[in-house]
């Protein structure tokens, strides 16, 4: 076996047994069935791990990722996700959590190439388009690249609830809340972008549709 791989086995089983030795039923209980109340949308970056940023144990968080957390319509493998944690988990949140210090994020704001991947970032380019008055006037780079941050979020999560699946869900009075969150890295802190959507009436309060 490959040293990077038996490293890797190794780990897997210290982690395996400590959780035996913590309740030796959970993982058997586990293997038959998961309920999670929460879907995590979040980044791919290897530095935010769903679980462990909120503390859940497996089975407790049903999670997608993707170069910066997004939500785009036309994503069958996001809107995949979403459908099946919604109609068959019954998750009753949806956080969409983006992060400071994205990389997605910092390329989109390039004006460089960077190959297939521009494809992607062409939605948050979209972002900062809708959101250039706002932006213009932040002199710092980095509070601006910080903003970029937290308005990409709540673009996902506008995204989100004009989803039909969400829409759907809603409709048929459904307990189902989106919220926006964004972590640091710096501190390991979770922050609450005061964006939460519980239903098709507060989405239209909110002009989220």
């Known amino acids: 076996m490959e040293p990077a791989l038996k490293k890797l086995f190794a780990q897997n ?4 047994q400590s959780i035996k030795d913590e309740d030796p039923e959970f993982l058997e209980k586990l293997s038959h069935q998961q309920k999670p109340e929460y879907l995590w949308i979040g980044c791919s970056d290897s530095r935010v791990p769903a679980n462990q940023i909120i503390g ?6 049903f999670v997608h990722r993707n170069i910066a957390n997004m939500v785009i319509h036309t994503d069958l493998n996001c809107l995949s996700v979403i459908q099946y944690a919604v109609e ?14 994205c990389g997605g ?7 460089k190439e960077h190959g297939l991947i521009d494809n992607w970032l062409r939605h948050i380019k979209d972002v900062y ?8 006037k932040i002199n710092s780079q980095n509070e601006r690249f910080d903003m970029m941050c937290r308005l990409n979020v709540v673009e996902q999560v506008r995204n989100l609830c004009n989803a039909s699946i969400i ?3 809603w409709r048929q009075k459904k307990k ?3 919220h926006g969150i964004i972590y640091s890295l710096k501190d390991g802190h979770l922050e609450n972008l005061n964006i939460s959507v519980s239903s098709l009436s507060e989405a239209k309060r909110k002009k989220m549709i």
């Open 13 to 16: 089983r210290k982690w395996s």
């Open 56 to 61: 859940l144990m497996p089975g407790e968080v």
């Open 88 to 101: 068959v988990l019954n998750v009753e949140h949806i956080l969409v959590c983006g992060h400071y210090g």
């Open 105 to 111: 994020v910092k390329a989109a704001l390039e004006s």
């Open 129 to 136: 388009r809708f959101n250039r008055n706002k932006l213009d």
């Open 167 to 169: 829409l759907n869900a």
């Open 176 to 178: 189902l809340s989106v």
